[in-house]
């Protein structure tokens, strides 16, 4: 019978969180590229870049690959480590 009152109370816990309405989302910062992503898009004369956390490359054909982040990772701002030569 406890584990039956244990499961209900449980339950109908999850059931009244679920309805709890959720904070937006905050806007990137301006002028700050909000991801690894958009600054290898913004910046196409790029060939590596870093957020400290993943590192993107861009092959002979443009496209870019980038390294998963670690779990514990706090992203900074995307810095280009190496530029196409002219």
Known sequence: MMKRILCCLVVMTGVALADQPRAPALPAPEGLPATVF???KENPDCLEWTNAC???TRDAAGEMQ???PGIA???GVPVCRVRKTP
Request: hydrophobic letters at 15%; proline letters at 8%; glycine letters at 8%.
């Open 38 to 40: 958009s600054f290898g």
């Open 54 to 56: 993943q590192i993107c």
């Open 73 to 75: 990772c706090t992203p």
């Open 66 to 68: 980038c390294s998963t």
